[in-house]
């Protein structure tokens, strides 16, 4: 199942590497296409949550009136839903394919010749150097470990900013925002240094994302727009 995944990330890294001849900048360049490609799917994310965080105390309002009567409260909840442009499966979607397309690239960074197919050169290309890293196919066990730890810890620390993550409960947002860039640390310690690269640019291009989500987060707030990303006209 892996293998259906990483494989076509494969090709797409070879792809890379032919045009760019450099192993790291071939990841750098599929960890940013695979970002960007993956924007719609985190907005619709941000979106929905922002929405839920909106919506609640007219959602408990609804069950608490009408808690008796579970089909009517049902109709009401569905007619806030329409009314709001939320949608409540809108946030489980994209996380699902954002997990699916992550363990891809895991496997294919932590295990490259596995899904490189026949690309004889790409054998010798996970050996090369870059910048201080004599090896990409072995851990870089400190710089490199460190400003993936950092970018974690920084794009955890804006999603929390603005309500993101605050439907998790404190317990949870100390496991991300501290706990979660220090195990990020010590994994990138033991895993390929191609693999490490990923994720320190996939988490250095989540920062500017998040730049954009706290800005659409606002507005939300702030009644412009709705909960689909759609401005709300507020002329009668």
Known sequence: MLGLIARPFGFLLSFFYDILGSYAFAII????LVRIAMYPLYKKQVLSMAGMVNIQPRMREIQRKYANDRETMNMKLQELYKE???NPAAGCLPMIIQMVV?????????????????????VFAVHHSFLWM??????????????????TFASFWMSSQNGMQQQAGNAMNIIMKYLFPIMIVWLARSYPAGLAIYWFISQFLQIFFNIRFNILRKEIREGKVDASGKKINKKK
């Open 84 to 86: 709001e442009g939320y």
């Open 134 to 151: 004599e090896d990409l196919s072995q851990p870089d066990l400190w710089i490199l470990p460190i400003l993936s730890g950092v970018a």
């Open 102 to 122: 992550i363990s891809g690239l895991f496997g294919l960074l932590r295990y490259p010749l596995t899904y490189l197919g026949n690309d004889t050169e790409m």
């Open 29 to 32: 360049a599929l960890s940013a």
